[in-house]
């Protein structure tokens, strides 16, 4: 993507391997939590109360510390982009992971930077030729694990990843170019208060009803979700998307499927065939090819 550059002015160094290893590691581990959490919480109430729980947190910690709060332009942007990426990116994933196991979820999700790169070309952000094969192995390797058992039962999971990958990647592409956040903090918690109050909006409108008192179980992963799913883990996505390239903010999809496969395996009880693992592979390959182009478009 012609000039980008592995760290951007103004970020710290010292922030760049933790906001990675949250991405990586604790964003890979949050699938199993959604599912375990869907026992006692439905998608759209969990997401929202996880975000708007969060979002307040993060907020409350602003004000203490006397940090500027967003500006009504960016309170706007916060609206926007929250409703993409949390209202329909997380509400949708938590809604497919009813029907599909939380790997096979994460694995399709793997295809959010070949999906920025599309949306990139509306911004005049042209792909190179190893990028558009990575974006053509992207899709045939998605295409061959939607055929498999697990999607091909389930119509609806299609449909909702389909949604969710599409949002996401829209908003974290606007969030970078049209539709910038406050910078920190508050712009962290402004969209995760937005994506929440969108989300509980959702919930009402399905009626959805949570189970009370919830199962233990339910409700400590509900509670990972919040803190480290929200606060550590999206804050530090959003950290990255406004400190380092795109390729580097994005490239947790080479990690959150495997951890995500593994620990639906280990800790869930889901199974996995040997047709969905191929596919797995087929879309990391695309991955790599997208990262690699993209390494060798900011060398050049």
């Not at 509670?223 to 490239?251: K, N, W």
């Amino acid at each position: 993507m012609s000039n980008s550059t592995v760290l951007r002015a103004g970020a710290s160094p010292n922030l760049l391997v933790p906001a990675l290893l949250a991405c990586y590691l604790v964003w890979g581990s949050t699938y199993l939590a959604i599912r375990l959490a869907l026992a006692s919480f439905p998608p759209f109430f969990q997401m929202g109360t996880r975000f708007l729980c969060a979002g307040a947190l993060l907020m409350a910690w602003v004000g203490t510390c006397g940090g500027p709060w967003p500006t009504r332009r960016q309170w706007l942007h916060a609206a926007f982009i929250g409703t993409l990426m949390l209202g329909g990116g997380m509400g949708l994933t938590a809604t497919a992971e009813q029907h599909v196991g939380s790997g096979l979820v994460a694995a399709f999700i793997a295809v959010v930077p070949m999906l920025v790169c599309g949306w990139g070309l509306l911004f005049g952000l042209k792909p190179g030729r190893m990028e558009l094969a990575g974006m053509v192995v992207g899709v045939a390797g998605v295409l061959l694990l939607v055929s498999g058992a697990s999607f091909h039962a389930s119509p609806t999971a299609i449909a909702c990843m389909a949604g969710a990958t599409l949002a996401w990647s829209l908003g974290s592409v606007l969030s970078t170019t049209r539709l910038p956040l406050a910078p920190g903090a508050p712009g962290f918690a402004s969209e995760m208060l937005c994506g929440g109050a969108a989300l509980m909006l959702v919930s009402l409108v399905l009626g959805e009803q949570p189970q009370w008192p919830p199962q233990p179980l339910a409700a400590a992963a509900w509670a990972y979700l919040v803190l480290a799913g929200s606060l550590v883990a999206f804050s530090a996505y959003l950290y990255l998307l406004g400190h380092a390239s795109p390729a580097l903010a994005t490239s947790y999809a080479f990690v959150n499927p495997v951890i995500a496969l593994v620990l639906g395996i280990a800790a869930g009880g889901e199974t996995v065939s040997g047709h969905e693992w191929g596919a797995c592979a087929v879309i990391l390959t695309g991955v790599v090819l997208i990262f690699a182009g993209k390494a060798k478009a900011s060398g050049d």
